[in-house]
């Protein structure tokens, strides 16, 4: 197995490990974005989906950060209100 394959199946593996007891990490690497946010309890997704959206309505900073369906739910929240 390559190192860096060896290094991706560890870092992962360290995640959920950790992840499992409720420990995350803030600021993931840019390659592990989405796994990690696959990790979080839902209100944390949700919580970082509607923070990036009021700081940045327009999408204009890191666009595509959150990529998944609670950036969606959170502009349509703050849009409704």
């Known amino acids: 197995m390559p190192t860096s394959a060896r ?17 995350f990490v803030g600021r993931a690497p840019v390659d592990y974005r989405d ?27 890191a666009p595509g950060s959150l990529r998944h369906r609670h950036a969606v739910t959170a502009r349509r929240f703050i849009s409704c209100n």
């Open 7 to 23: 290094a991706d199946a560890r870092y992962r593996k360290m995640s959920e490990e950790v992840g499992a007891r409720g420990i």
């Open 35 to 61: 796994f990690r946010m696959r990790q979080a309890m839902p209100a944390f997704r949700d919580a970082c989906a509607g923070i990036k959206v009021a700081l940045d309505p327009n999408g204009v900073i």
